[in-house]
């Protein structure tokens, strides 16, 4: 993925952070999404101003995973909300 990509969520989502992940609900598509604590993470920070890489580093710097690991599952994260179309158009 591109380092100029700074993904950012649809503005008419609703999340619901959770001790143990987060919940996104999606009115257009009348579907309601879980999210684990590693996808809940990069949730939190698709604003639109940050890269999947600046993302991945600031998960590797808080948890200690590798940064290898962190950037595929930033990346996975990404690809699945895009999938999901959870994410504004570029």
């Known amino acids: ?12 989502l609703e999340y619901h952070e959770l001790d143990d992940g987060g919940v ?16 809940a993470y ?4 698709l604003d639109g101003s940050r890269s999947i890489e ?15 690991t962190a950037v595929t599952d930033v990346g996975l994260a990404v690809e699945r909300f895009q999938d999901e179309g959870l994410l504004q158009r570029p």
């Open 24 to 39: 996104v609900c999606d009115p257009l598509a009348d579907r309601i999404h879980t999210l684990n604590l590693t996808a």
């Open 1 to 12: 993925m591109s380092e100029r990509l700074k993904p950012a969520v649809r503005a008419d």
């Open 42 to 45: 990069v949730w939190s920070r």
């Open 54 to 68: 600046q993302i991945a580093t600031e998960l590797h710097e808080i948890t200690g995973v590798s940064i290898q």
